[in-house]
């Protein structure tokens, strides 16, 4: 698969985790955001809640984040990649980048060390074949 239409899946991966985390905002619909941070944060053990309104307001920035994250790549594959094609490579990978650390360093700290072999494997997704240069064709 070519990188341009690699960034379809990247995008996906990212923005996918922006409506689950909206539907936290809202106690009658912050189940499926409730359950995906007690999967990440294993074992599956009902200790994660929503009730908290601080709890909901981070949930709805994060959906907002992880939406527009998303929608940017597809952005930056409609508008740029056919300009700058390592550029583009090159931007999202170090957001990739930093976002995994980031999330991992604290969630590490914050005791969900577990969220780290997840990170990675979304990670590995969102970057596919990104990890390296498209050779010309």
Known sequence: MSHKNYLIVTAIVIASFGPVFFLGTMLATSEPARW???FLSWPLD???QYDAPTTRFLSALTGGFLL???VMVLGLRR???DLAPEGTR???LAGLFAWF???SSGSYASGNASNVLFNLVVL???VGPLWKAEKPR
Do not use: R
């Open 124 to 126: 590995l997704l969102a």
């Open 68 to 70: 527009g994250w998303g």
């Open 90 to 92: 090159k931007a999202i």
């Open 46 to 48: 009902g200790a994660q």
């Open 101 to 103: 650390v980031l999330d």
């Open 36 to 38: 995906t941070l007690d």
């Open 79 to 81: 508008w740029v990649y």
